[in-house]
């Protein structure tokens, strides 16, 4: 196939497949200037899908750095009315929401931590219906990305500048399956390949996972109703869609309290256009108590204190290290794609989908459940080749989950 045959099923497969959009559906597009040729191709994707109207919100990174270097600090603590709004009727209209990603990883490099942390706040207690439409699929919606030239050299910087940018694109291509025609029959094979091991973890019904590997002793409960769940998803008119592309995890929901031990991270965290690595987490009875990084301390600590659920877990991720992603042997400084390199966990918010019957709960009734909310959900790397994994059952017996960092059973 050529480049641009490649870039059109895509376009296809993030439209069909990725936020699977119906007919006379509204569509709403996050993206940056950066991804302008391939949005177009998404957008006429959309409206041969059906599609009632796709409107594009494009940021831009270097006006993004402005907002935070130039705005009045007045601005850090406020959140347009106009950008609630917007997302609340889509949810209202049960839209499709798709993210294009092509950040700069070190966007917001030098710029105080509290300005981004302030902001963060504030647009996470705005837009809270929002947020809660997406971790427990009132809407269809999806993540893929496409590279820049700045993510580019972030990644390839052996490279020739001029290889950098093609050679991303095909290791793209390759994670989401994008090469013969057939991608759309591909991911339906792959989904259904997850699904079976959801299926095997959920007859286990697991009272614990243990995990051990170098600077990690983790032992995690999981809450009794507690379900192991894949990319695939469904809204609840039945839309099926797949949130993340790539996706290679089965995840559920710690039990808030019930998370004891140590964790270090495995791959950098990309948080709000910085880096944060070599940091381990210490929890007692759910809590981080402990929390110390070599690199973005400051912004860590930021990110653990955003609210009262951000020093708290919302989701555990098992991803074998000999995934396609892994394999490959990059690292993405981007979390959609390391997060499904490598077992992952989350800080922040639960997702009601991963309890049975608690999608429609009101919040105080999902904490009764024993689940974290948060403004916050950010996923951090744990897994490596060294990492194992065990499963306690009911009755005490210890069973293996993964060896050596990949599936046991």
């Not at 993510?151 to 095909?170: D, G, H, R, S």
């Not at 997850?194 to 990690?216: M, S, V």
């Not at 995934?323 to 959609?336: D, M, Q, R, V």
């Amino acid at each position: 196939m050529t480049f641009d045959e490649k870039l059109a099923e895509y376009a296809n497969l993030a439209v069909r497949v990725g936020i699977n959009v119906q007919p006379g559906q509204y569509v709403l597009i996050n993206t940056t200037t950066e991804t302008l040729d391939f949005t177009r191709l998404v957008v006429k994707k959309a409206y041969e899908a059906g599609a009632k109207r796709v409107h594009v919100n494009f940021s831009d990174g270097p006006t993004n750095r402005a907002f935070y270097e130039f705005a009045a600090e007045s601005e850090m603590h406020e959140f347009p009315a106009w950008m609630v709004a917007q997302r609340d009727e889509l949810i209202d209209q049960q839209g499709a929401l798709l993210w294009i990603d092509a950040e700069d990883p070190d966007l917001l490099a030098g710029v105080p931590v509290k300005r981004i942390s302030d902001q963060h706040k504030v647009a996470g207690r705005a837009l809270e219906k929002y947020r809660a439409a997406v971790m427990s699929d009132k809407i269809a919606w999806s993540i893929v990305a496409i590279p820049s030239q700045k993510w580019a050299a972030k990644v390839f910087p052996e490279l020739p500048k001029e290889e950098q940018l093609n050679t991303l694109w095909e290791v793209i291509f390759k994670t989401v399956r994008i090469g013969d025609g057939t991608a759309v029959e591909q991911w339906k094979t792959h989904i259904s390949e997850l699904e079976k091991r959801a299926t095997a973890l959920n007859d286990k019904r697991y009272k614990k996972i243990i995990y051990k590997a170098p600077g990690t002793e983790l032992t995690i409960e999981l809450p009794t109703r507690h379900l192991w769940m894949t990319g695939a998803s469904k809204t609840p008119n039945k839309t099926a869609f797949i949130a993340n592309m790539p996706t290679e995890e089965v995840y559920t929901a710690p039990l808030k309290l019930g998370v004891n031990g140590y964790v270090r991270n495995t791959k950098p965290l990309v948080y709000q256009g910085n880096i944060i690595d070599g940091f381990t987490f210490t929890f007692e009875n759910g809590k981080i108590v402990k929390a110390q990084a070599e690199v973005g301390n400051d912004l860590l600590q930021g990110l653990i204190q955003n609210d009262n659920g951000s020093a708290y877990l919302g989701e555990l991720a098992l991803v074998p290290h000999k995934s396609p992603i892994s394999s490959s042997g990059i690292l993405f400084y981007n979390t959609l794609f390391d997060e499904n390199a490598s077992n992952h966990l989350a800080i922040g918010e639960a997702y009601p989908t991963c309890v049975e019957g608690a999608s429609n709960l009101e919040e105080g009734q999902f904490q009764a459940l024993g689940l974290n909310t948060s403004i916050t959900h950010e996923d951090f790397m744990i897994g490596s080749a060294e990492m194992d994994i065990d499963g306690e059952r009911e009755d005490g017996k210890i069973e293996p989950i993964f060896r050596q960092g990949n599936w046991a059973f």
